[in-house]
């Protein structure tokens, strides 16, 4: 929605607000279902099953056409690679085996040339910029043209979707970002209609005991399916409908992201919906994603992106534990190449998977569990990554709570920051939790989680 849109919205009823979705939703749908969304949804399907040698040379191929394209047409690599020693011959040279002598990308730069030199100077009109998580600063704007969209939701469709049972015809409920009331008070109903999409939007910034039954009540009026969404949030709910002993509907699945699928979550999930959950690992940057295939192994999309891991030196592992190193091979408008996204993965010893899919195998998606910052009213959230929007000075963040009315929030920044912009910061963490005491402290110390990854929330309530 539009800035002028999402003030208008917050003060309709709840009726004109669920046809202002849908509208929304119907715009949504004809840009990511549309054009080449059919013909794509056919060719994921028919690489699913790939052999090892096929998927090396599809990904040799789009390699050396991504990265002849950027070199060409992109002014920050055509100087990035010729500063690092590398001409046009020598990429054209460069396989997924070689890629990693290439410079990293890092965040920052995203951050700072992603809207100017980072963009293809052929780039396709009609593409549009998305704000990535940020959960540990300003989120990175993303350029995707309709082209790019339409392939990735096909991506998404085949191999997360219907790889958990489910489609894009049945109904959905999620929890997200999308703020559906508009402020941190507790007003029913906590749910609003895409018609369109078959989505049911539920917030994730009401979670508490006072609001379960209105949930519930949502999730069996529109018939959900399945739930997707976040982790977290998604398992309040269900672990709050289990402490007060509801009833919920059977689903066919829940679908998680954003953080940590845990074992924890996933037997309320069947307890409580009587369903399998699946994890996924992909984001707005679109150039990787890992999904669940039915046996529950974690797969790589080879057609996505290439995947390196390397450890704390920079060095290419080829199992256990690494940051993750991402390369978009669907996006030649704003290409990422060797993009330092800052996950960390735990690629697996053993390869194979009773499904049959040559695509490689993950233990574990690491270091996406945060913790639960708990507001006075017994509301129960993760994500704050909508505080830091629009707020480019904001390099790393991180989401202290020391009591229940008191929340640290520590910055490291490029300038400082203006009286506004410490205003607007406030107000929306008081927005999500309510009225509480909110401290800015700027600074390079942040408090690291047990495998050293940087934690964008941590909580000291018990």
Known sequence: MSKILDKVYSYLPVGLQNVVISIFGYLWQKRRFGGVFNEKLKEFKEREFFTKEQWKDYQNRQLKQLLINAFDNVPLYTEKYSNAGFSRADLEKITIDTLHHLPLLEKNEVREFGKTSMLNIKKDPDGKFYASSGSTGTPVNIYLSKKTHQIWTAAYEIRVKNWAGVSKEMVRGMI?????????????????????????????????????????????????????????????????????????????????????????????????????????????????????????????????????????NDKIIDTGMGEAICTSLINFDQPLIRYRCGDLL??????????????????????????????????????????????????????????????????????????????????????????????????????????????????NIK
């Open 176 to 312: 997200g970002g999308r703020r559906i009331l508009p402020n941190a008070k507790l007003t029913l109903p906590v749910y609003r209609l895409n018609y369109f999409e078959r989505m049911v939007y539920f917030s994730a910034y009401h979670i508490m005991p006072d609001s379960i039954t209105n949930y519930l009540r949502g999730i069996k009026k529109h018939k959900v399916d399945f739930m997707m969404g976040y982790a977290m949030s998604n398992f309040l709910l269900a672990k709050f409908i289990k402490e007060n002993k509801l009833s919920a509907p059977k689903l066919k699945a829940v679908i998680t992201s954003s953080e940590k699928l845990t074992s924890e979550m996933r037997d309320t999930f069947q307890e409580v919906y009587k369903c399998d959950s699946f994890d996924t690992w992909s984001g707005v940057e679109a150039c990787a994603q890992i999904s669940e295939c039915q046996y529950h192994s974690l797969h790589e999309s080879p057609d996505i992106g290439i995947i390196e891991l390397i450890d704390s």
């Open 346 to 459: 735990s690629l697996s010893q053993e390869q194979v998977c009773s499904c049959g899919r040559k695509m490689k195998v993950y233990d574990e998606i690491i270091g996406r569990l945060e913790d639960i910052v708990i507001g006075p009213d017994g509301r129960q959230m993760v994500r704050f990554h909508g505080v830091f929007i629009n707020i480019p000075s904001i390099i790393k963040s991180q989401v202290i709570q020391h009591e229940v009315n008191h929340v640290e929030i520590r910055l490291k920044l490029t300038k400082p920051l203006t009286q506004d912009e410490e205003f607007t910061i406030i107000n929306r963490m008081k927005s999500q939790l309510g009225d509480i005491h909110v401290q800015l402290v700027f600074t390079d110390d942040f408090i690291p989680g047990s495998n050293g990854k940087h934690k964008a929330v941590i909580s």
